[in-house]
Structures are given as structure tokens and as C-alpha cells.
């Protein structure tokens, strides 16, 4: 009864209470003037008509147009008019257009390096407009790789962040889509409550709904009071707002421009397997060192300012390298970023360009396997043309629906010679890809809607680095793990099952 009581007044519960309260007030009304007023009835029919055709017009993904307009045409009353108040939304609108260009100015300030840019046209050439594209689009670079090290699980990471964080001398950034007390987070919280003490500049970002539930209303206070700042990211409230479906779900931890962390790998105990709520928990991760680690520096300065209103000079951030920081290590690097509504999906972007320019093979691990179209299309046609493409899933996972939605495509790409397999300890949350030896990204991006299309991500890019070679290694050795998913696996599956998993995936894009 503690805990049922526990759970009904937990903020997670009751702002839910109070979305679901506010759209009901709302269609209710709606109901109730359709009733009294014919004219009204038809107005909103015509709406929903008027919005089906905006919809369909509009340059976006079409499994995400077929998903709103499936709703819209079954609740005419009110599907349009719950459509446009989502998208139309002012404040919305001139977030994100401010977001963009602020973006743009901060990167601009830091342009490529002609210089690595022909290194990569001498050496790998077909990788130069990979390079250029998400210059020109998100203003990030490449650099060569300086030291990097790979972790093919959260324990492995938590070491490493233990003993960088006691370098710190300048500043210290963190932000994860999730923060969660435990193990994990009390063992670095008691590092930078030491280093704020000596002085230096510690920063924490989390998201608003990733933590809602981890971590108390107040934390932020509760950080200050040790004299570490704390921002919430998009703080979950009970107004439906479009911005509440734009999460911030990076994960970055910067010290002092030098060094960052970037992966799958959240500040939350089951990362570490400390807790086994799905069981094993298979995350990675990669440290990057050298001018490539004050990219994500930006991109945490980026979203602080925004969300602090407030506006510091990122020269005053900038580290000091020297030739051997620079030189260290082989290959190349570019870290980016991803923020919606900004027209450009440079997350999708990177993992087609790998697909359609693999010749030998493409590894891939997702925890979510929640395909667009030209995602499903440019992994089949890569089978096709004898790439080895295999893909690794959970077993056990986090979510019942997204599993589900997997399962559709199970069929269709195994009938296309893809390999699929299920990590069968538990849980496989890390989202990499390697090919052909010379590439691969890791990073917070997930192969579903919701990573490629409305939240903010960040990942690392590798080009003829020893990373790619690790991240192959890893891939392999977890395959020994794994189930691989056949045809007759597919074939036995429930007819209700498989029909519940198709209609769920036609509205996988708005889960």
C-alpha cells in the first residue's frame, strides 16, 4: 500500500494525471459545442480534411505523415485541430529557428581545417562529402583522432570518468537524458562537489522527462547547494506544449575542452549492472582527447545558454593544446550533433551514408529497431548487393511496444539476407555502427523515429581509426552472445501477434 500510495503522488504521476486531464477538458468541449452547433461539426471535419492535404504536402518522412493522418482520418471531430495546435504552436516555432542560428553562430567561429579535409580526400576520398555535409549543415568538423579509447560496457566507462574527472582544472559539463541516485551518479557527484570546492566550474544539464522519475523536483537546488550549477532541460509540466516531444536524450561529459565521453551510457545504476531491471545491460561508449573533444563542449554551451537565457563567450572556454595533443593517435574523428526541427537529419544522414557506401560489411547494434523507409530500403538494397549487414537487438527489452514494433521487421529484412540477432543476457542499449575496417559511429542515436527526427543527439564519427577496429572487435565478441533471428523463427510467431506488431508500427513514428 506504501508503494502504491508512493507511486499515485509521484510528480511522474501526478503531472500525467494532469495532461491527461487537460486533453480530456479539451475534447470534451469540443463534444459538447459539436452538439448544440451542426455548423461547428462540420467546421472541424473540414479542418481535419484541410490538415490531411498540409500534412501530405509537407517535407517530411512519410511514415510520419501516414502516422498523423490514420488518427486524424478516424477522429475527424478533433484530430485536425489537435494536429495543428501541436505544430502551430509560435513559441515553438521561434525556439527552434533561434535554436538553429545560434547554432550557426557558434560553430561558424570554428571552421574545418582544409588541411585534414585533403588528408581525408587523399586517403579515404569517397568520405570528403560526408565531411563537407555536416560542416555545412551543423557547422562541426573533423579533426584527426588525437588519443581515444573505446568501452564496450558502462563499467568499463565509470573507471575512466572517475579518473579523468580528478584531472579537472578549468570546467567540468555534463549532460545525460538521465541522472539517477545510486552507485553510479553518488560516486562521480562526490568527485565534482570536491572539484567545485577547489574551484572549478562544474556544470550539470539533464532532461526533464528522462529524470522526471530518478531524481526529486528540486535536485537542481539541491546540486547548487554544492556549488555545482544545474539546468533541467525542457522541465516536464502539465501543458501540452509541441516542445515537450523534443528531448534532450545526449550524453556528453566534457572536461576542461580536452576530454569528453560520449555513447548510449546514461548516470543510472543498471548502466553498470549494479541494477538488473531488464538483465544484463550492455552499453558503449568512447572517450575522445584533443581538439575533437571541445566540439561537444559547444554543443553543451549551445543547449545551457538556451536553456539558462544567458550568453557567455566560448572563447573564454577554449583549451590550449599542444603539438602532441594534436598528433596523438591515428585516423580521424568528427563529432556532431542533432537538434530538430532544423529541417536537416544529420544523425540519419550519417548512418545512410555508411550503408550505401559499404563494400564489405556493416555491424550495427540498436536497442531499438524502429525503421523509416529509406532506412529499411538502403539496408535491403545493401544485403542485396552482398554487403554483410547484421544487426544486434535486445532479448530483453525496456520497452514492450518498441519490441513489438521490431518484431514487424524481422521478417522483411531476414528475407533480404540481413542477419538478426538477440543479445540474450538482457539488454543491449549501445548504438554503433562499423564498416568495412575504416569507419564507424558511436554515439546516443537510436535507429527510431524519435532519435532521427525530434531529439537532440550527439555522436562520434571515426574514419581509419584504431576505434573502428575496437568497435568490430566488440561487435564480434558480443555476437557470441547472441540468437541469431531466422526465417522460422519469424514464421512462428502468433497470426495476432503479427498483426497487433503491424498495426503498431504504423504509429511507431509518434512513440
Known sequence: MRKLLKLMFSQVAIVSFLLILQLLVVLASLLRISEYFVYFDIFLKVISAVTVIIIINRHSNP???????????????????????????????????????????????????????????????????????????????????????????????????????????????????????GVFWDSILEVLKKKAAEGVDVRVMYDGMGSLAPLPLKYPKVLEGYGIKCRVFS??????????????????????????????????????????????????AVLVKGEAAFSFARMFLHLWWHNSWTKEDIKDFEPHFTDAEISAGNGFVMPFGDIPQDKYQVGEFIYLDIINKAKDYIYISTPYLILDHEMTVALKNAAYSGVDVKIICPRIADHWYARAVAYSYYKELTDAGIELYEYAPGFIHGKTFVSDDEISVVGSINLDYRSLYLHFECAAWFLGSKICTDVKEDFINTLSKCERITIEHCNKMHPLRKILNAVLRLFAPLM
Do not use: C
Not at 568501452?151 to 579537472?168: N, Q, R, T
Open 235 to 284: 522541465p516536464f509540466t502539465p501543458f501540452l506544449s509541441a516542445l515537450q516531444n523534443n528531448r534532450d536524450h545526449r550524453k556528453i561529459l566534457v572536461i576542461d575542452g580536452k576530454v569528453a565521453y560520449t555513447g548510449g551510457i546514461n548516470l543510472s545504476d543498471e548502466y553498470i549492472n549494479v541494477d538488473y531491471p531488464h538483465g544484463h545491460w550492455k552499453d558503449m
Open 63 to 181: 511514415s510520419y505523415k501516414l502516422a498523423w493522418v490514420i488518427p486524424i482520418l478516424i477522429f475527424p471531430l478533433f484530430g485536425g485541430l489537435f494536429y495543428l495546435f501541436i505544430t502551430g504552436q509560435m513559441h515553438t516555432k521561434y525556439y527552434f529557428k533561434k535554436l538553429a542560428n545560434s547554432e550557426k553562430e557558434i560553430n561558424e567561429k570554428y571552421p574545418q581545417s582544409e588541411d585534414v579535409l585533403s588528408e581525408i580526400e587523399e586517403t579515404f576520398p569517397q568520405r570528403k562529402t560526408t565531411v563537407r555535409y555536416v560542416n555545412n549543415v551543423s557547422r562541426m568538423n573533423a579533426y584527426r583522432t588525437g588519443e581515444a579509447e573505446y568501452f564496450p560496457l558502462g563499467e568499463d566507462m565509470h573507471k575512466s570518468i572517475l579518473k579523468e574527472l580528478e584531472k579537472a582544472e578549468r570546467y567540468i559539463f555534463l549532460e545525460f537524458f538521465i541522472i539517477k541516485e
